[in-house]
């Protein structure tokens, strides 16, 4: 009638089949001597080797990669400091030129229109300095220095001993007057 039995037992065979090649695999894989007493599998063990291998590489390959954008990195630092010292340079020799050009000590305006060379030709401004002429770049005074202290101090002690003196003689001058008119020191009488 129907065929069933006989796809049914070519399924059955199929799978039959099968479990007895499972079975002969597993029992190569127990009864193989070394890979019983050692007790390695083989496979797994390549498996981890083949994918250690291939991690490795791409690690390397990521590195490499890294390696090379960091060389490009450096040589574009490199062009840029090298712009940068460039432009400083240009910027020195014209800041150079300009002084030069127009920054003369004859066009400055520190001098008399009647002697131009006046500036040239004068000492400094300051005489008591004890020095040879220090140069037109040299600080000729500071402020709080005093090179005249001594003189001062002398002129300051004579004013001083010139108004204590006064005093003293407006004072006696004070007491004569009140010993000649009869009046007696004190505070004035109110009258009312």
């Known amino acids: 009638m129907y065929n069933i039995k006989q796809s049914t037992d070519t399924k059955e065979a199929a799978a039959i089949e099968a479990r007895r090649n499972r079975e002969k695999e597993r029992q190569n894989r127990f009864f193989n001597v070394r890979n019983r007493v050692m007790g390695v599998d083989v496979q797994a063990l390549n498996n981890q080797v083949g994918d250690r291998k ?3 590489a791409a690690e390397r390959s990521k590195e490499a990669a890294y390696g090379t954008s960091q060389v490009q990195y450096d040589v574009v630092v490199q062009m840029l400091e090298k712009e940068e010292a460039d432009r400083t340079r ?3 020799k014209k800041v150079q030129e300009f002084r030069e050009q127009k920054q003369q000590l004859e066009n400055g305006r520190e001098f008399s229109l ?3 060379g006046q500036v040239w030709k004068g000492l400094p401004t300051y005489l008591s300095y004890s020095n040879t002429y ?3 770049a040299s600080l000729q005074y500071f402020s709080g220095e005093d090179l005249d202290r001594d003189t001062r101090l002398r002129m300051q002690q004579g004013q001083f001993r010139y108004n204590l003196e006064r005093q003293q003689q407006e004072q006696q001058q004070a007491k004569v007057d009140e010993n000649y ?3 007696q020191p ?4 109110s009258e009312t």
């Open 134 to 136: 220090p140069g037109p």
């Open 54 to 56: 291939r991690r490795e």
């Open 186 to 189: 004190g505070p004035p009488d």
């Open 181 to 183: 008119t009869g009046k």
């Open 90 to 92: 240009q910027l020195a």
């Open 114 to 116: 009647w002697d131009p």
